[in-house]
T-cell receptor, first 110, second 120 residues
Framework: KQEVTQIPAALSVPEGENLVLNCSFT??????LQWFRQDPGKGLTSLLL?????REQTSGRLNASLDKSSGRSTLYIAASQPGDSATYLCAVSNAGKSTFGDGTTLTVKP | GAVVSQHPSRVICKSGTSVKIECRSLDFQATTMFWYRQFPKKSLMLMAT?????????EQGVEKDKFLINHASLTLSTLTVTSAHPEDSSFYIC????????????????FGAGTRLSVL
């Protein structure tokens, strides 16, 4: 059974800092891994999707890496802004299902 | 990009009533759709896998008779919460897998924006 863990559960940083969110998974036989953003009371916004054959994906200030063999992914956010405050979820897809981590709640202070 | 529309975005209902949530893939066909539930301050838990033209596959602990799933076409799946009670209040999210990309080895799910159900 796939298990996904996200560390830390919460993170508070001053504006402008670069930061890293971590995601680990127990079953490395995945199709892909996605990072999502969820604002309070809102749905999911897909940020980045990394296929199992890829090592990283970049979009603007976001960079996600994938090390399938070690069961880890990181989401790097450069020059954080207050608007980045949200909960970030990672989800791994294998055997037709997606398994989500519990998320990291990020607060970026002005 | 691929879009999944989920409707309604929010619903408030009285205890004992049934609520239907729709999940549509707008610009692609989806033989498989997924329904998730999110409890407050918790992650998303897969409830069931919905396959077009066949019965849904429910995860352990999910009541089939409580959460009715219908996937009658390649672009629409519905989740009906029957005889809703306050403990059914939650955030429900669907996702759809692009069938055309499976042949290319891609297993990509596109997520709806979610439906917040409040049962009074």
């Amino acid at each position: 059974k796939q298990e996904v863990t996200q560390i830390p559960a919460a993170l508070s940083v001053p504006e402008g800092e670069n930061l890293v969110l971590n995601c680990s998974f127990t079953d490395s036989a995945i199709y892909n891994l996605q990072w999502f953003r969820q604002d309070p009371g809102k749905g999911l916004t897909s940020l980045l999707l990394i296929q199992s054959s890829q090592r990283e994906q970049t979009s603007g200030r976001l960079n996600a890496s994938l090390d399938k063999s070690s069961g880890r992914s990181t989401l790097y956010i450069a020059a954080s802004q207050p608007g980045d405050s949200a909960t970030y979820l990672c989800a791994v897809s294998n055997a037709g299902k997606s398994t989500f981590g519990d998320g990291t709640t990020l607060t970026v202070k002005p | 990009g691929a879009v999944v529309s989920q409707h309604p975005s929010r619903v408030i209902c009285k205890s004992g009533t049934s609520v239907k949530i729709e999940c549509r893939s707008l610009d692609f066909q989806a033989t498989t759709m997924f329904w998730y539930r999110q409890f407050p301050k918790k992650s998303l838990m897969l409830m069931a896998t919905s396959n077009e033209g066949s019965k849904a596959t429910y995860e352990q602990g999910v009541e089939k008779d409580k959460f009715l799933i219908n996937h009658a076409s390649l672009t629409l799946s519905t989740l009906t919460v029957t005889s809703a009670h306050p403990e059914d209040s939650s955030f429900y999210i669907c996702s759809a897998r692009d069938s055309s990309k499976l042949a290319g080895g891609q297993n990509i799910q596109y997520f709806g924006a979610g439906t917040r159900l409040s049962v009074l």
